[in-house]
């Protein structure tokens, strides 16, 4: 499978603990996002690596929030001190190098549970 | 900021009816727009994407078309089947920005 992988595809975890997710993106797309997906809603932006360049961060990423790229190939998304407000599905998705059709792929998600 | 709305947020057809799905977007200076699909509890898949360029773009029985002139776009779903029944979601990017707006969707359910 040469798709977006994420893992875990599920946590559940307690208020107040430190969760990382994971996400690989398909070989050779350089540039890679994370969203937020509530209920009933839509994606929401998180923040934008190109390589390992974290270049576009939203509000929504709390000083709790920090995603890292560090060799501009898998990225991590950590969520510190976690709240109910946390939860929800994680989303990643990489597209190829500026130039092209820049179609985004996703992957299967993480589903957050902060009980 | 990029707003993208979907209308019906809802959708119900019989089997083998065609149906069309509609996006409308605000910032029209947009370089390309994505139609997903999304099944409960899954991530998203890409069903296609148009380019500033394009007026259609097409994929067995999907059929997508752009107006950036009236900020729009459609989704056509040509004979649906029962496996098509999923939320389906638009989303386009803003000027200057690499991350997509979504859609809150249209779900859909074709009914057997």
């Known amino acids: 499978d040469t798709g977006v992988s994420q893992d875990p595809r599920h946590k559940i975890t307690k208020r107040g603990q430190n969760v990382t997710f994971r996400c690989d993106p398909i070989?050779?797309?350089?540039?890679l996002y994370w969203y937020r997906q509530t209920l009933g809603q839509g994606p929401e932006f998180l923040t934008y690596?190109?390589?390992?360049?974290?270049?576009?961060k939203s509000r929504l990423l709390s000083d709790r929030f920090s995603a890292e790229r560090p060799k501009g190939s898998f990225s991590t998304l950590e969520i510190q001190r976690t709240e109910q407000g946390d939860s929800a599905m994680y989303l990643c998705?990489?597209?190829?190098?500026?130039?092209?059709?820049?179609?985004?792929?996703f992957g299967p998600g993480t589903r957050l549970t902060v009980l | 900021k990029q707003e993208v709305t979907q209308i019906p947020a809802a959708l119900s057809v019989p089997e083998g009816e065609n149906l069309v799905l509609n996006c409308s977007f605000t910032?029209?200076?947009?370089?390309?727009l994505q139609w997903f699909r999304q099944d409960p509890g899954k991530g998203l898949t890409s069903l296609l994407l148009?380019?500033?360029?394009?007026r259609e773009q097409t994929s067995g029985r999907l059929n997508a078309s752009l107006d950036k002139s009236s900020g729009r776009s459609t989704l056509y779903i040509a004979a649906s089947q029962p496996g098509d029944s999923a939320t389906y979601l638009c989303?386009?990017?803003?000027?200057?920005?690499?991350?997509?707006?979504f859609g809150t969707g249209t779900r859909l359910t074709v009914i057997p």
């Open positions: 910032d029209s200076a947009i370089y390309n």
């Open positions: 070989s050779e797309h350089n540039r």
């Open positions: 989303a386009a990017p803003q000027t200057g920005a690499n991350n997509l707006f």
């Open positions: 148009i380019q500033s360029s394009q």
């Open positions: 998705a990489s597209s190829p190098r500026p130039g092209g059709k820049n179609e985004q792929f």
């Open positions: 690596f190109q390589n390992e360049a974290q270049l576009e």
